[in-house]
T-cell receptor
């Protein structure tokens, strides 16, 4: 058990579809994150939630919409995505925002 | 502003060689944390180590060792007697108010 579970592992969606990525952590952490990892680009921090409140939105386009209903769950709602949004989306959690983050295995997203 | 630089994009070594992965960071904060993560082909980032800015003591864990030097803003990672299973992308990260990553170094260890 990894402690941070992401579903689905793989997702192919059309540009007009709406889908959601789910992240769940069983570590009792208070902070959760979404990162985007594209080929040949650094890990990009997208959103940070601390105690269910969004504390960071790193200039992410509105076609990505996060939701944190409780400190154990984090969603990333996707709609009208572009092919350049194809990437590995990683969820992470940490006890505090400055602490070590534990990552899920990621969702490999392909937009066609 | 925070920044992490990993100048080595890819390193190839033969098994049993020692290899050092470089990491240079920038921050104006006096309190911060530094991390190393490993990303094997499966994709999941695996946490390796955390150091806080007040603790410059070097650390050794098995074949892994870390050299933290505030004077040069560096946090280098050495793998001794490398093995094929060490092949992965290694990320250095910095956290002051948020966790940011370097671009990673791909290490390939050949038998």
């Amino acid at each position: 058990e990894t402690g941070v579970t992401q579903t689905p592992r793989h997702l192919v969606m059309g540009m007009t579809n709406k889908k959601s990525l789910k992240c769940e952590q069983h570590l009792g952490h208070n902070a959760m994150y979404w990162y985007k990892q594209s080929a040949k680009k650094p890990l990009e921090l997208m959103f940070v939630y601390n105690f269910k409140e969004q504390t960071e939105n790193n200039s992410v386009p509105s076609r990505f919409s996060p939701e944190c209903p409780n400190s154990s769950h984090l969603f990333l709602h996707l709609h009208t995505l572009q092919p350049e949004d194809s990437a590995l989306y990683l969820c992470a959690s940490s006890q505090a925002v400055e602490g070590e983050a534990f990552f899920g295995q990621g969702t490999r997203l392909t937009v066609v | 502003a925070q920044k992490v630089t990993q100048a080595q994009t890819e390193i190839s070594v033969v098994e049993k060689e020692d290899v050092t992965l470089d990491c240079v960071y920038e921050t104006r904060d006096t309190t911060y944390y530094l991390f190393w993560y490993k990303q094997p082909p499966s994709g999941e980032l695996v946490f390796l180590i955390r150091r806080n800015s007040f603790d410059e003591q070097n650390e050794i864990s098995g074949r892994y060792s870390w050299n933290f030097q505030k004077s040069t803003s560096s946090f280098n990672f050495t793998i001794t007697a490398s093995q094929v299973v060490d092949s992965a992308v290694y990320f250095c990260a910095l956290s002051a108010d948020k966790l940011i990553f370097g671009t990673g170094t791909r290490l390939q260890v050949f038998p």
